[in-house]
């Protein structure tokens, strides 16, 4: 099992950058493929971006696709997510989710893990 805890959110300008980290507990943290999944006031929740357990395959979003990176740091049980470029519409809060095992998929019900939320407010 593996608990996951956001952090980096906040509130910046249209055209601003903010990287969101997330921390793992459990020392099976690099068997599990990660993702970020964001959700806006009354939407559903939706998928960003993800990556495998060794970092060497991404999957993004086509909304964010070439503004937002993610990235893993098995060794810190981290994965993080670099904004740029953002966006009024990318106001949401964002959650990272894991994935034991498991190869990258983009639907919600894939992921076995869910941190609390991190919420990223972009102003115009």
């Known amino acids: 099992q593996v608990q996951l805890v956001e952090s980096g959110g906040g509130l910046v300008q249209d055209g601003d950058s903010l990287r969101l980290s997330c921390a793992a507990s459990g020392r099976t943290f690099s068997r599990y493929a990660m993702g970020w999944f964001r959700q806006a006031p009354g939407k559903e929740r939706e998928f960003v971006a993800a990556i495998n357990w060794t970092g060497g395959s991404t999957s993004y979003a086509d909304s964010v696709k070439g503004r937002f990176t993610i990235s893993r740091d098995n060794a810190k049980n981290t994965v993080y997510l670099q904004m740029n470029s953002l966006k009024p519409e990318d106001t949401a809060v964002y959650y990272c989710?894991?994935?034991?095992?498991?190869?990258?998929?983009?639907?919600?019900?894939?992921?076995?893990?869910w941190g609390q939320g991190t919420q990223v407010t972009v102003s115009s």
């Open positions: 989710a894991g994935r034991f095992a498991g190869s990258i998929r983009n639907a919600v019900a894939a992921y076995d893990y």
